[in-house]
């Protein structure tokens, strides 16, 4: 099947059906859809024309209103696989038998942008799953960065505001890079370490199948021994973590905006379907004590390095939602969807939330009976007294509406009643403290995270931080707000603040501003608290290369491109091995229909050089063939193509004995390099597949300035 939709879905004529009469949502059948009732042909349209009515009023109100946050959205339906259960920590069903199934659907989104905008705005990306297990919804509502910005609810509105487009001009659309963001962010130093991560290339994937997933916030888990652990929950993706670059982020936004939304749909209809090994790092009350960070603070990770990640089971996506709006769409999320073993902790992030998502379904999908919508509805039958309510569709019969009673046999039963006890319950912790609105001391350290983060990335990690900085500060135009975060940066890191502050033109601050201390002081006594960060700790596991695999190019997309007089011979042995590889090869011309080869054989075009681009491409197959790759050499379109793939470090495969191409393009400006390959030799091709399957060559980026 070939590797894309619009292409599958042109295939063929549909076959005619006849079995489907044109109704009125009342059922009354429709003999006309084309003309409203008028009073002669040419006269005024009827009031009386209630089918017109009907099918303009609903389409008034086919709109509602998107989330506030995480609008821009793509889902699918798929299956958690227990592996390796885990009753001595959780008494939750689905974590309890071997090979246990469990039904769910995922939702990935980016964070800022409306729900048109595109995919590939540098932005967190949600990570959303509902497993709809037998004792009840689990929502595990997380995101593909380990931390947040802020620590206490109360901060999100706030956040959000500034993070969203600008009040007076609704501008920009799906970006930080502006001056209500980096003002917040210079006010807030606890944003730093997630700041930190967003200028990362983890804000830019090459795919929602190549992420990992966080719930970020610390949760709990109970067994059936009454015993309570912390838990953090982990998704990593089979294919490896990997991203584009900014430049090319910046292209694909306006070549393809759906670029992520189409990669998981096609991915999934071709059978390639994404998996997540899920895990758990589980915590002890004593071991909490031992960390130098508190784990009820959402800016901090946990890494791996000190508690290791216990994998237990497989996340497979493997069946696209018939319809968006009435799955994507009207999913509805919320942390607090819990079943018997799975509990809050005390993180203040996690508390506000536990509000917010019930709330907001209600202004979003209208009514409280948003559970009764097929995405949302549990597996398990639901019984209990919640009543009517704006589109009720449960008809409730013989039962009483009150508890107790006694009228329908007393049932439903509450589940201690039923089963002994086996029903949720909250992890019985103490609680008892003043009230008091204050900001624990155990929060106060914002700056070892960032700095280890920054210090664990690799030298290209580093260089792409630094650009991302650069970039949106540099969108900043209040110059005091660039210079406050500068402060922030020194305090991370003097050298990355340095080099961020050169390219800015302004001088590295000498520490947080006073505005920065002034309004942390507002939060925490004596700040900053500085005698207390600890700089220069590194984590591998931080680093996206960690969490890369370089073995496969399995769903890796390649561009051949090619014209008249292209080696036919060539090209099938290429089409050959990539298909055994699982990966696709488009072919790419000038213009669509058959194309003659240097044989006089032909071969039929997928697509042509404007319709595609390279940077929707992993790599770049010129197909060889003097007369073709002269011709090439001569369309400026053909020539981006190489520049492109060229400047986004992918690897590119040069077929035949032509010069042509390679001067035509900056390829000539390149000197050694192992990604651009020579294909003489079938050797070749297993070359060039290995530089494919190591995503991209960062030392091309870091030996030459192509951008
Ligand atoms: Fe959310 N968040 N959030 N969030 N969030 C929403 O709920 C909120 C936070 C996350 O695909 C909203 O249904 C508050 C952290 C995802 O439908 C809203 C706070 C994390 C999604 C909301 C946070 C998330 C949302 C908007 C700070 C990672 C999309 C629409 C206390 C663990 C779910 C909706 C989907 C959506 C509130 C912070 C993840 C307004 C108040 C931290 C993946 O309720």
């Known amino acids: ?203 830019i994937p090459r795919s929602y199948r190549m992420m990992q997933g966080f719930g970020v916030n610390t949760y709990k888990l109970l067994n059936a021994q009454g015993e309570s652990f ?94 968006f709006f009435a799955e994507t769409e009207q999913v509805a999320f919320h942390p607090g969807h819990l079943v018997p073993g799975i509990d809050f902790s005390d993180d203040p992030l996690l508390q506000g939330r536990l509000f917010s998502y019930l709330d907001t379904q209600l202004s979003r999908l209208g009514s409280p009976n948003f559970h009764e919508l097929p995405i949302n509805k549990p597996k398990n039958p639901t019984h209990n007294f919640r009543r009517d309510g704006a589109m009720r569709q449960d008809i409730p019969k013989d039962t009483g509406n009150y508890n107790p009673h006694s009228i329908a046999g007393g049932c439903p039963y ?92 302004l001088p590295v601050p000498d520490g947080l501003s006073e505005e920065t201390i002034q309004t942390a002081s507002q939060i925490f006594e004596n700040y900053p608290a500085l005698d207390k960060i600890k700089l220069g700790f590194t984590y591998p596991s931080l680093s996206v290369e960690y969490h890369c695999d370089f073995d496969t190019i399995k769903t890796r997309k390649i561009a051949a491109i090619l014209t008249e007089g292209f080696d036919l011979q060539e090209l099938k042995q290429m089409q050959a091995r990539i298909k055994e590889e699982g990966a696709t090869l488009d072919i790419i011309a000038d213009k669509y229909g058959d194309i003659i080869a240097a044989t006089g054989e032909t071969v039929k075009v997928d697509y042509t050089l404007v319709t595609m681009d390279s940077v929707l491409y992993d790599a770049l197959y010129v197909v060889g063939g003097n007369a073709s790759q002269e011709k090439l050499a001569s369309i400026k379109k053909a020539v981006c193509y190489v520049d492109d793939a060229l400047k986004h470090n992918k690897a590119i495969a040069i077929g035949g004995n032509s010069n042509a191409l390679v001067q035509a393009s900056d390829l000539r400006l390149v000197e050694s390099d192992k990604a651009i390959v020579s294909i003489r030799t079938a050797d070749d091709i297993e070359v060039f597949i290995q530089r494919i399957a190591q995503h991209r060559n960062w030392q091309r980026e870091l030996a030459n300035n192509l951008l």
């Open 230 to 323: 912390f838990v953090k929950f982990h998704l990593k993706p089979k294919l490896g973590v990997h991203s584009v670059v900014w430049d090319e982020a910046q292209k694909i936004s306006g070549r393809n905006p759906d670029f992520h939304r189409q990669d998981l749909w096609e991915a999934i209809e071709n059978g390639d379907y994404p998996e997540w090994d899920l895990g758990v790092q589980i915590l002890t009350n004593e071991q909490e004590q031992s960390l130098d960070f508190d784990i009820l603070d959402a800016t901090k990770v946990i890494p791996e390095e000190l508690i290791p990640i216990q994998y237990i089971g497989t996340l497979q996506l493997n069946r696209n939602p018939d319809n």
């Open 414 to 505: 509450l589940s201690n009643v039923m089963s002994g006890g086996s029903g949720f319950e909250s992890v019985p912790a103490a609680a008892e403290g003043r009230k008091i609105r204050k900001r624990s001391e155990t929060f106060g350290d914002h700056f070892s995270q960032a700095s280890t983060f920054y210090n664990s990335q690799s030298e290209i990690g580093k260089k792409h931080i630094q650009d991302a900085f650069s970039f949106e500060l540099g969108k900043v135009t209040r110059e005091e707000v660039r210079f406050r975060y500068l402060g922030i940066l020194s305090v991370v890191d003097k050298e990355l603040a340095t080099i961020v502050a050169d390219r800015l033109g």
């Open 1 to 203: 099947m070939k590797n894309d939709i619009t292409k599958q879905n042109d295939e063929g004529a549909a076959p005619v059906r006849r079995d489907q009469g044109l109704t009125s949502n009342q059922g009354t059948t429709i003999a006309d859809d084309f003309n409203t009732l008028k009073s002669g042909v040419r006269g005024p349209s009827l009031l009386e024309d209630f089918l017109f009515r009907e099918k303009i009023f609903h389409f008034d109100h086919e709109r509602i209103p998107e989330r506030v946050v995480h609008a821009r959205g793509a889902g699918a339906h798929g299956v958690f696989r227990l592996m390796d259960p885990i009753p001595q920590f959780s008494k939750a069903g689905f974590l309890s038998q071997v090979g246990a199934e469990t039904e769910v659907f995922v939702r990935f989104s980016t964070v800022v942008g409306s729900r048109g905008s595109t995919d590939l705005a540098r932005d967190v990306r949600g990570f959303a799953i509902k497993f709809y297990t037998s004792e009840g919804i689990f929502d595990l509502v997380g995101n593909n960065i380990p931390v947040f910005f802020i620590q206490d609810a109360i901060n999100f509105p706030d956040l959000v505001h500034a993070v969203k487009p600008e009040e007076r001009n609704e501008i920009p659309q799906a970006a930080s890079a502006h001056n209500t963001f980096w003002d917040f962010a210079s006010l807030m130093p606890e944003t730093a370490h997630m700041v930190m991560w967003l200028m990362s290339d983890r804000a």
